[in-house]
């Protein structure tokens, strides 16, 4: 054969080491978790710290044993954990609700942002105001427009994911190869297949991180929804438990949607880490 048609065996570019796909994907798998353990550690440690050093009331102030305790060794720990995680599954009920909102909502004005420059003068002053605007002044037009159910915690919740996730996805969207747009548009490619074709691909990682900061977002706008316009979940749950002086129930609130916060961020970064390995522009290197 000769050397014109010989075909030179795949190198990674310098610097850079192909690694087997299944190896690859355990490695991310076992750094998300390793930071996953390495966060709950800290927060187990300053709780306990903070407690100590600012001197708290045991009354008051109750520490990693004392909600173990209560959601595991004492006499009516299964109904306290009946009841938690009762509330918890309103909230994350909740929460996805927001969620889902948000984010589809980000998705389809970051596409009308990108299709038209006229449209970003006209949404991102909204979205800027309603970022800026407290969710607890809003609260009551908001409830006096769409009532208490379904309805205000998707507004609510969605509010908080927004911005955040509206602002990530436009810059993905932005990142894009002017030169692979070039392409689509010389083949006859108008913007939305530049779009479709060239843009969304491009911003999947900022897509995924838009995920990540949305996931505590939507938690955190349900428990305020909760609390304000539905009357259930945890975000009332840790109210009424405040208002009688339950102080270890409202700690085991907070440590169990803190917990699940966690695991469902954990658990976007394993997806996000599945989707890149594969389709991402990192695909198959260490």
């Not at 009946?82 to 599954?89: F, H, P």
């Not at 996805?96 to 299709?115: K, P, Q, R, T």
């Not at 085991?252 to 890149?276: C, F, G, H, N, R």
Request: hydrophobic fraction near 55%; charge should be positive.
């Amino acid at each position: 054969m000769s050397a014109a048609t010989t075909t030179p065996p795949a190198t990674a570019p310098a610097g850079e080491v192909l690694a087997p796909r299944g190896h690859l994907a355990w490695r991310r798998v076992g750094r998300v978790l390793l930071d996953a353990l390495t966060t709950t550690v800290v927060v187990l440690v300053v709780w306990t710290g903070l407690l100590a050093a600012f001197d708290v009331s045991p009354y008051v102030g109750k520490g990693p044993a004392q909600v173990w305790e209560f959601l595991v060794t004492d006499a009516d720990a299964g109904e306290n954990r009946t009841e938690v995680v009762r509330l918890l599954g309103e909230t994350l009920t909740d929460a996805s609700i927001g969620f889902v909102a948000g984010m589809l909502a980000a998705l389809v004005l970051a596409a009308a942002i990108v299709l038209s420059r006229s449209a970003e003068g006209a949404i991102m002053p909204v979205a800027m105001l309603f970022r800026s605007v407290p969710l607890i002044a809003l609260a009551p037009i908001i409830i006096l427009l769409v009532g208490r159910g379904v309805a205000s915690v998707a507004v609510m919740s969605g509010i908080v994911v927004l911005f955040p996730a509206l602002v990530t996805i436009v810059l993905g969207l932005r990142s894009a190869s002017p030169q692979m747009r070039d392409v689509v548009t010389v083949f006859g490619g108008g913007p939305r297949t530049v779009l479709r074709l060239v843009q969304l691909p491009a911003a999947l990682p900022a897509v995924f991180a838009a995920v990540r900061i949305s996931v505590p977002g939507a938690i955190t706008g349900a428990l305020i929804a909760e609390w304000l316009a539905t009357g259930g979940g945890i975000g009332y749950g840790v109210v009424s438990a405040v208002g009688r002086a339950q102080n270890t129930k409202v700690w085991a609130l907070v440590v169990v949607v803190t917990l699940a916060s966690l695991v469902l961020y954990t658990l976007a970064q394993l997806l996000e880490q599945w989707v890149l390995a594969r389709f991402g522009p990192a695909a198959g290197r260490a």
